[in-house]
């Protein structure tokens, strides 16, 4: 194993690297209180100085997944459309079945141009996570509670606000409302059996009324819906599948009309990662995005910012010879290293959200 891929492996750098996370997250948060008294005054420079805050935490996730893991990633679509791509606001429709997917949106993001200006549709309960949930406080991000007949007028009030958004952006939506698993998909599929519809292999029914109140409210701002995306991790025999499917006609404004539309939409990616099985590609021309270098560099300077500190700390803490100072520096270690375990766990499938496991129920 070369020098790069031993550091790679070892815990020490995952715990420098969480470190660097952790507290550069929540110094941005900090400065993202202050930037509140723009708000009345200047709304439109509280929101570009928000993106570069948000920028600086998002991009370091994306560094992981660019330089620190080698990710490679390539984009099927039609090349006369690949140049609007970050030049204009869009909706994009990803899968949820893999445990970073939405880290690989960002990713595409990144690569044109928009990832500090980045909208979710997300549930309510991230809004109280630090870092993350904070810092998407700050972006206006539409959160929701799952229950619709509480959700309709605050998500709707939501994204009209993003109407005059000064930055270009990307609505990063899940249709199907939570990560694909074998349990949900069996579920999804009785409740397609039951309203009429064609069942899918490999995903979940769409959840039509937030696309729908989507397109409603941001419809005339130039949004699209681009192409279907996959990403590689070629340092690692696994695959990151996201698909998206540019727009080929207009959809109806009709919510019945644009529910409709939705769910052929899912049928051709339906059939678009049948033929991915099959053949290993997708329609389309293979374009693999540039890598910017900006993700790096804003990583290395929190880096040089935060671990001098740690490292004056740690070697005066050692040159003490102080038995409880030690100790209790062991202690501090162990509890983060527990507590970055903890965090990566709950990513993983088998930990997800429960939401559609009681779709039958709820019918």
């Excluded at 005054?41 to 998002?58: E, M, P, V, W």
């Excluded at 630090?130 to 229950?147: D, N, Q």
């Excluded at 890598?291 to 790096?296: G, K, N, S």
Aim: with cysteine.
């Amino acid at each position: 194993m070369d020098i790069i891929g031993f550091l790679k492996s070892q815990f020490i750098c995952h715990l420098l690297i969480c470190y660097i996370f952790i507290v550069s997250g929540l110094i941005i948060n900090f400065i993202q209180l202050f930037t509140l008294i723009l708000w009345p005054i200047n709304k439109q420079l509280f929101r570009r100085i928000n993106c570069r805050l948000a920028y600086c935490i998002s991009s370091q996730m994306v560094m992981l997944l660019e330089w620190w893991s080698g990710t490679d990633c390539t984009l099927y679509t039609d090349p006369e459309n690949y140049h609007k791509y970050g030049k204009e606001n869009a909706i994009v429709i990803l899968n949820h079945n893999f445990e970073i997917d939405f880290l690989c949106g960002w990713n595409f993001c990144e690569r044109f141009g928009v990832l500090g200006s980045s909208k979710v549709l997300a549930k309510k309960e991230l809004s109280y996570m630090p870092i993350i949930g904070w810092m998407w406080y700050f972006l206006e991000i539409v959160f929701c509670k799952r229950k619709w007949e509480e959700d309709r007028k605050t998500v709707v009030q939501k994204l009209l606000n993003l109407r005059d958004y000064p930055e270009n952006f990307w609505f990063l939506i899940h249709c199907e409302g939570t990560r694909f698993t074998e349990q949900k998909h069996q579920i999804s599929m009785q409740v397609a059996e039951a309203k009429g519809l064609p069942k899918l292999k490999y995903h979940l029914l769409p959840r039509t009324k937030g696309f729908a109140v989507t397109v409603q409210c941001l419809r005339n701002v130039g949004l699209l819906i681009p192409c279907r995306l996959i990403c590689q991790m070629i340092h690692h025999n696994f695959g990151m599948i996201l698909h998206g499917h540019k727009i080929m006609r207009e959809i109806q404004e009709d919510s019945q009309e644009c529910s409709a539309w939705l769910h052929k939409l899912y049928q051709e990616k339906d059939a678009f990662q049948e033929e991915y099985y099959r053949t290993g590609t997708y329609p389309g021309v293979p374009i693999v995005p540039p890598h910017r270098p900006w993700t790096l560099l804003n990583w290395l300077f929190w880096a040089l910012l935060l671990l001098y500190p740690l490292f004056k700390l740690l070697i005066n803490m050692i040159n003490s010879g102080s038995s409880l100072t030690l100790a209790s520096f062991a202690f501090v270690i162990i509890i983060a290293s527990v507590g970055v375990r903890w965090m990566i766990g709950v990513t993983e499938i088998n930990k997800g959200s429960t939401y559609g496991n009681n779709e039958n129920k709820q019918k």
